[in-house]
């Protein structure tokens, strides 16, 4: 309270500064400007050291979810066969049309044969939104043999497709499949193909992928390849690296690779919608590793496909 003064004017009572306290700080402990910045900095200091380690574990739990999506694929793919006398689910993309004479196949023009995935998924279509190009009761779908179409979609996906009406959305699937399983559309081309299970026994190989986590820019139609010649080699489909430079890998016998990548060729920025420049990649020990896991080559060819 203010207190009156022998000369009688009246000032506020002062309280005396705690013990220890420097000059400058009020009695009641409040903290100066100085130290508020230290405070700050401080603060900032420990959320930059600390959002590093956040972002690397974030992309280590979403990389876990892709390995766990394609290993729930790989079981349906083979209950699939299970169910249908060893022969593998249809595989065949968009752009083959098996059924042009007789017109009962599906699409709108109904000449695209049986698929695990119909359409093209490609920046702009909106089949890369249909829920029944993948989840649909029908021939040649998984649908009945997963419970989400959250599984066709890496989690570290965040392609979208802007569609007619102006609208971004995202797409639905991140996965394509092997282009020798499932299709003969590589057979002109001079591949093996393989139509049941275990038909890719005869071929000496440390491994036979089925599913390969695929590049946003690249995500067309349900197939991946690769092009092969004696001294040439193409990604029709390049790996996706969203997981720090790595991306998965899903093989016949039901385990999932998470697969690093060491080419920079093999590891592109995603443009939202331009084409990735296709060029030679032969001697890529990215494209070498997956050759040996993706397919072979009928014995016309006078090279050895083996490297």
């Known amino acids: 309270m203010p207190t009156r003064q022998d000369t009688g004017t009246v000032r506020p ?56 999506n394609q290993r729930q694929l790989l079981l349906a793919w083979t209950f699939y066969a299970e169910d249908n006398h060893n022969v593998l ?17 599906f699409g709108p023009h109904r000449m695209w044969g049986p698929s695990w995935s119909l359409g093209d998924h490609g920046y702009g279509n909106p089949d890369g939104t249909n829920v029944d190009y993948l989840m649909g009761d029908r021939e040649g779908s998984l649908g009945r043999y997963v419970h989400t179409v959250k599984l066709f979609k890496c989690p570290s996906d965040r392609s979208r497709t802007t569609l ?25 081309a001079g591949g093996e193909v393989f139509l049941k299970m275990d038909e890719w026994n005869r ?46 890998l899903g093989y016949v016998d039901g385990h999932v690779e998470m697969r690093r990548w060491v080419d920079p060729r093999t590891v592109v ?24 896991r993706f397919g072979k080559l009928q014995p016309i060819y006078r090279f050895n496909d083996d490297f």
């Not at 639905?172 to 282009?179: A, D, E, H, K, Q």
């Not at 036979?208 to 986590?213: A, G, H, L, Q, S």
């Not at 939202?272 to 020990?285: C, D, E, K, Q, R």
Request: glycine residues 12%; proline residues 8%; hydrophobic residues 45%.
């Open 203 to 248: 071929f000496h190989r440390p491994g036979w992928i089925v599913f390969m986590d695929t590049h946003e820019d690249t995500m067309f139609y349900c197939t991946f390849a690769l092009g092969r010649d004696s001294r040439y080699g193409l990604w029709l489909r390049y790996p996706a690296s969203r997981h720090g430079r790595a991306g998965t």
């Open 164 to 188: 007619a009406d102006g609208k971004a959305y995202p797409r639905l699937r991140s996965y394509t499949m092997n282009g020798t399983m499932g299709t003969r559309v590589l057979w002109g």
């Open 13 to 68: 009572a002062v309280r005396d500064r705690a013990p220890g306290l420097p000059p400058g700080r009020a009695a009641w402990g409040a903290f100066t400007l100085i130290e508020l910045l230290v405070v700050l900095a401080i603060i900032a200091l420990l959320a930059g050291l600390l959002l590093p380690a956040l972002a690397s574990a974030r992309r280590r739990a979403e990389g876990a979810v892709c390995i766990h």
């Open 269 to 292: 920025p995603v443009t939202g919608g331009l084409p990735i420049a296709i060029g030679n990649v032969f001697g890529s020990p990215d494209y070498h590793y997956v050759w040996l």
């Open 89 to 105: 689910v249809p595989n065949n993309p968009a752009n083959y049309f098996p059924r042009i004479n007789t017109l009962d196949g």
